[in-house]
């Protein structure tokens, strides 16, 4: 197989190094590199300037054979496990009753996102609930009666049928009355159902309009 890397921007040699790094399963060096792009920079703004970059360049060099599915999940796993570890370091809130649910529906698997969503709560003093992948949407409303959250999140980033999708623009319709509801993702572009116009829609955790809703 050809590795195919190129310079494109400031950041292109720490993802050409990661990408190396990943072919190579060296997770020691991963985990160090990823440390050293943070010890100095936000989380926020490496994710923003070298993972999702390093995520569409995987996307890319697997249509040409270059690295397989198995890379992507390795080097995903190590990802995923930094982002909670640096999710842990934050020192809870006792000051706020800020309170954010965050779930992710019956067959979406993707939490970069939604994790990204719950370090920057949790950052502002959410008290953050988050119920994983995959998440029973039946079992929702029980989490909200009980926990009686501030905002309710979710992303939707795997493709979804428009069936199942109008089964969960329902419930959150149910609730956008009572709380505030911020969905995202790749797939709202490919969306029919419409959401409750209370509901807000953005981009990406980067939308300038999240920061406002979450932290007015």
């Not at 995903?76 to 992710?104: C, D, M, R, V, Y």
Request: net charge negative.
């Amino acid at each position: 197989k050809r590795l195919i890397l190129n310079s494109q921007s400031e950041h292109q040699s720490d993802i050409d190094k990661l990408i190396l790094l990943i072919l190579d399963f060296n997770g020691h060096k991963i985990e160090q590199l990823i440390t050293d792009l943070c010890q100095n920079t936000s989380l926020i703004d490496v994710y923003n300037d070298v993972f999702l970059s390093l995520f569409k360049k995987i996307g890319e060099l697997w249509q040409v054979d270059t690295i397989n599915i198995i890379h992507e999940h390795y080097f995903s796993n190590i990802f995923k496990q930094f982002l909670i570890s640096e999710i842990q370091k934050i020192t809870p809130s006792t000051n706020s009753s800020k309170k954010a649910l965050l779930f992710l529906h019956d067959t979406e698997e993707h939490e970069f996102s939604i994790l990204i969503y719950k370090y920057i709560l949790k950052s502002n003093g959410f008290q953050c609930f988050y119920f994983g992948q995959k998440t029973a949407i039946n079992e929702i409303p029980e989490a909200v009666e009980q926990i009686n959250p501030d905002l309710i999140i979710t992303t939707f980033t795997s493709k979804i049928s428009d069936k199942f999708l109008s089964k969960i623009t329902a419930l959150l319709n149910k609730y956008s009355g009572k709380h505030k509801i911020i969905v995202s993702g790749n797939q709202l572009n490919n969306m029919s159902t419409e959401f409750d116009k209370s509901i807000s829609k953005i981009d990406s955790i980067f939308d300038a309009s999240f920061f406002f809703l979450v932290l007015k």
